[in-house]
């Protein structure tokens, strides 16, 4: 779990799962909760960094999406939030130490992961690996795409994907190789190149 201290030691921001998903949550030294900075009926997936100096914090989070990550900055009140990935897929971002910059990793089931650097107003600076030339061998090569769908189980609908072996019909008999996993904290659907 994340624990940033903040003002030399006077507050400190931590997760938790108090509301039954993981939240940012700011305290003082003696323990108090000051606030959420985060709610909502989503988790956040992983904390990016904290700009002291601008009160923002950085992370990403499942709000899009259960089988989405997207990258987010918000102030420590809990005002201000903005959504800095563009794109649906999966998102992260690594910041500078001055989070004058940073760099974007974005991919989806259908795009291999595609890295750019911005500047801290989200300007596009360079584009810095774009995996054109992959995209373009698993086209040449008859790779096939993850197909993102839901599965009924017992009154909930449950994330899953689908390789479909090339020439697929609807009418076909195939062989089928599944793989389940339910585990805490581990997601294994996600929109996302693999």
């Known amino acids: 779990e994340t624990v940033v201290f903040l003002d030399g030691g006077k507050r400190f921001l931590c997760q938790s799962e108090k509301s039954g998903y993981h939240h940012f949550y700011l305290y003082d030294t003696e323990g108090r909760e000051i606030g ?23 992370y990403t989070s499942y709000e ?8 987010w900055s918000i102030r420590l009140d ?8 563009p794109v649906p897929g999966w ?3 690594e910041f500078s130490k001055t989070f004058d910059y940073y760099i974007h990793t974005h991919s989806s089931a259908s795009t ?38 839901t599965v009924p189980v017992g009154g909930v609908e449950l ?3 689908i390789y479909k072996p090339k020439g697929f019909r609807e009418d076909g008999v195939y062989p089928l190789l599944m793989y389940v996993y339910g585990g805490p904290e581990s997601q294994s659907v996600r929109d996302q190149w693999g």
């Open 78 to 85: 809990g005002s201000g939030k903005n959504k800095i990935s």
């Open 159 to 161: 994330n899953a994907y």
């Open 91 to 93: 998102n992260t971002a």
């Open 36 to 58: 959420a900075v985060t709610s909502g009926q989503w988790d956040v997936i992983d904390f990016l960094g904290l700009d002291e100096e601008d009160g923002r914090l950085y």
């Open 112 to 149: 291999p992961k595609y890295i750019t650097l911005h500047d801290s107003r989200g300007e596009l600076l360079r584009v810095l690996e774009d995996n054109a030339g992959l995209k373009q061998a698993a086209k040449d090569y008859g790779l096939p795409e993850k197909e993102l769908l």
């Open 64 to 71: 899009s999406s259960s089988i989405r990550s997207d990258v």
